[in-house]
C-alpha cells in the first residue's frame, strides 16, 4: 500500500523567510503533484512533476522531485501572507492518487 | 471552461435519509475521481471512473455507499441510509487522459452533515 508521509503538518512562519515542506512516499511512482487548498475552499493544482530531477517553480514556490529518494519538495521563498493555505502533495500510480495529510501554512506578519 | 460542477453545496440531512451528490465533470475530461475530506481522516479517494468505467472502488467504505457514471459529463454518489459518520466535504474531480500528464481539476465540494 502506498503511504504518503508529508512533514511538517502545520508551519507558522515570518514573511520575508524561507522554507521547506517535505513529502515522502513510500512506492515508485512516475508523477506526483502538489495542490493548494484555502480554508472552505476547493484544491487547486500548482505543479506537476513527470521524473527524476524535475524543478518546477511559480512565483515564491519552487517544487522538486527526486524519484530515487522518492521525496519531493515544497520550498517557500520570501514569504508573504497570501500563500497561507494548506498544501498537498498526491502521488500518483497508474491513475489513482494518494494524498498525503496535508501541510497547513500560516504565515505572519 | 466551466469547471467541475457539484450540487448540492451544502446538505444537512437526518441519519437514515438517502443523500445524492453529484457532480458534472469538465467536457472532454476522461477521469472522474470522488473524494471524502474530513478532519480525521483527510483526503480519501472513493471511487474513480475511466469512460464512464468504474475502474477502482476499494475506497467506497461500505456498502451504503455507492456512485455512477450513465454518461461521460454526469456522476452520482449515492448513501443510502446515511449516519452521522458520513459527515464530510466531498469532492468530485476530473482529468483528461493521464497520457497528457494532467492534474486533477476539482469542483468547490459538498458539505455533507448527518444529524
Known amino acids: 500500500e502506498l503511504k504518503v508521509e508529508q512533514n511538517p503538518l502545520f508551519l507558522s512562519m515570518q514573511e520575508g523567510k524561507n522554507y521547506t515542506i517535505y513529502c515522502n512516499y513510500s512506492t515508485t511512482s512516475d508523477r506526483l503533484y502538489w495542490y493548494r487548498q484555502d480554508p472552505g475552499k476547493s484544491l487547486e493544482s500548482l505543479f506537476v512533476?513527470?521524473?527524476?530531477?524535475a524543478v518546477k517553480q511559480e512565483g515564491r514556490l519552487m517544487a522538486s522531485l527526486d524519484t530515487k529518494a522518492r521525496l519531493s519538495t515544497l520550498h517557500i521563498t520570501a514569504a508573504v501572507h497570501d500563500l497561507s493555505a494548506t498544501y498537498f502533495c498526491?502521488?500518483?500510480?497508474?491513475?489513482?492518487?494518494?494524498f498525503g495529510d496535508g501541510t497547513t501554512l500560516t504565515v505572519k506578519p | 471552461d466551466a469547471g467541475v460542477i457539484q450540487s448540492p453545496r451544502h446538505e444537512v440531512t437526518e441519519m437514515g435519509q438517502e443523500v445524492t451528490l453529484r457532480c458534472k465533470p469538465i467536457s472532454g475530461h476522461d477521469y472522474l475521481f470522488w473524494y471524502r475530506q474530513t478532519m480525521m481522516r483527510g483526503l480519501e479517494l472513493l471511487i474513480y471512473?475511466?469512460?464512464?468505467?468504474?475502474?477502482?472502488d476499494s475506497g467506497m467504505p461500505e456498502d451504503r455507499f455507492s456512485a455512477k457514471m450513465p454518461n461521460a459529463s454526469f456522476s452520482t454518489l449515492k448513501i443510502q441510509p446515511s449516519e452521522p459518520r458520513d459527515s464530510a466535504v466531498y469532492f468530485c474531480?476530473?482529468?483528461?487522459?493521464?497520457?497528457?500528464?494532467?492534474?486533477?481539476?476539482f469542483g468547490d465540494g459538498t458539505r455533507l452533515s448527518i444529524l
Open positions: 474531480a476530473s482529468s483528461q487522459d493521464r497520457g497528457r500528464v494532467q492534474p486533477q481539476h
Open positions: 498526491a502521488v500518483d500510480i497508474e491513475g489513482k492518487s494518494t
Open positions: 512533476l513527470l521524473s527524476n530531477g
Open positions: 471512473f475511466n469512460n464512464n468505467v468504474p475502474i477502482d
